[in-house]
């Protein structure tokens, strides 16, 4: 049987919609990119959009896999950081960049019932961060400028520039999933720092910045990356349904690049 892959989204005012009927114009709408919905069922797996209201235990609980999808970044209340610079009257339904604790709640409320319950997860761009969040742990507020372009001006989809290999550690759920190393895209200025409870590092950009982290001997697993977004297939879908369906089998040497 096909595995259920729940993927989390935004909720936005449905006036940003070009075109809308101004009569509806005054409510929400669920946003969630198409490619999440695509790869998945590339991979063999049904997808399952998720609203906020089903960011319950009981609704894991009907999941075999669970997307925690890119976005804005995690509010700073949520994990130590300065909320001096916040502007005050920024709506996460309005602007598509502005914090969203809603959001932020609802996706670590997931994210906490899914790793209590042996759910395979993964934490994709923001949802790296907010899986390493949710545990306890803190980001880096604003990336410094170094040898490695983080917040590319790249177009989807894109394998990334050159500059951008991400290194696995050897044995790691990442390195059975992608080898070695592997070249992907990038549009972050935030990121991991501070380490959750039982996260450990998995993989690293060449300036040291943490791209992959996991729970060891879980099913669980954060890459900074879009893999949704990335030219070549990419395949975390295929670990994924493979995990929520007992069947994951590690990288031979030919998945390094």
Not at 182 to 204: E, K, P, T
Not at 217 to 225: A, F, S
């Given at each position: 049987?096909?595995?259920?892959?729940?993927?989390?989204?935004r909720r936005l005012s449905?006036?940003?919609?070009?075109?809308?009927?101004?009569?509806?114009?005054?409510?929400?709408?669920?946003?969630?990119?198409?490619?999440?919905?695509?790869?998945?069922?590339?991979?063999?797996?049904?997808?399952?959009?998720?609203?906020?209201?089903?960011?319950?235990a009981e609704a894991v609980?009907?999941?075999?896999?669970?997307?925690?999808?890119?976005?804005?970044?995690?509010?700073?209340?949520?994990?130590?950081?300065?909320?001096?610079?916040?502007?005050?009257?920024?709506?996460?339904?309005?602007?598509?960049?502005?914090?969203?604790?809603?959001?932020?709640?609802?996706?670590?409320?997931?994210?906490?019932?899914?790793?209590?319950?042996?759910?395979?997860?993964?934490?994709?761009?923001?949802?790296?961060?907010?899986?390493?969040?949710?545990?306890?742990?803190?980001?880096?507020?604003?990336?410094?400028?170094?040898?490695?372009?983080?917040?590319?001006?790249?177009?989807?989809?894109?394998?990334?520039?050159?500059?951008?290999?991400?290194?696995?550690?050897?044995g790691s759920l990442a390195?059975?999933?992608?080898?070695?190393?592997?070249?992907?895209?990038?549009?972050?200025?935030?990121?991991?720092?501070?380490?959750?409870?039982?996260?450990?590092?998995?993989?690293?950009?060449?300036?040291?910045?943490?791209?992959?982290?996991?729970?060891?001997?879980?099913?669980?697993?954060?890459?900074?990356?879009?893999?949704?977004?990335?030219?070549?297939?990419?395949?975390?879908?295929?670990?994924?349904?493979?995990?929520?369906?007992?069947?994951?089998?590690?990288?031979?040497?030919?998945?390094?690049?």
């Amino acid at each position: 049987m096909r595995p259920l892959v729940g993927i989390t989204g935004r909720r936005l005012s449905a006036s940003l919609t070009q075109g809308m009927d101004k009569r509806f114009a005054g409510r929400h709408v669920d946003s969630f990119f198409s490619d999440y919905a695509r790869c998945v069922a590339d991979a063999g797996g049904i997808p399952v959009h998720l609203p906020f209201e089903a960011g319950t235990a009981e609704a894991v609980e009907r999941l075999d896999g669970l997307i925690i999808t890119g976005g804005q970044d995690v509010h700073p209340g949520r994990w130590g950081g300065d909320e001096s610079a916040l502007p005050a009257d920024a709506d996460p339904r309005c602007s598509t960049m502005a914090h969203d604790v809603e959001r932020d709640a609802y996706e670590a409320a997931l994210i906490h019932a899914a790793v209590d319950r042996g759910v395979p997860v993964l934490g994709v761009c923001r949802g790296h961060q907010l899986l390493n969040v949710a545990l306890g742990g803190r980001l880096v507020p604003d990336l410094p400028a170094s040898e490695v372009e983080h917040y590319s001006l790249n177009e989807a989809l894109t394998d990334g520039d050159p500059d951008h290999v991400v290194t696995f550690t050897p044995g790691s759920l990442a390195a059975s999933v992608y080898g070695a190393n592997r070249q992907v895209n990038s549009w972050h200025h935030q990121a991991v720092n501070v380490l959750g409870g039982g996260l450990v590092v998995s993989g690293r950009a060449a300036d040291g910045v943490v791209e992959s982290i996991e729970l060891p001997d879980r099913p669980v697993l954060g890459i900074q990356w879009h893999p949704e977004w990335q030219a070549t297939t990419d395949p975390a879908f295929a670990w994924l349904t493979a995990a929520a369906s007992g069947t994951h089998r590690p990288a031979g040497p030919s998945a390094a690049r």
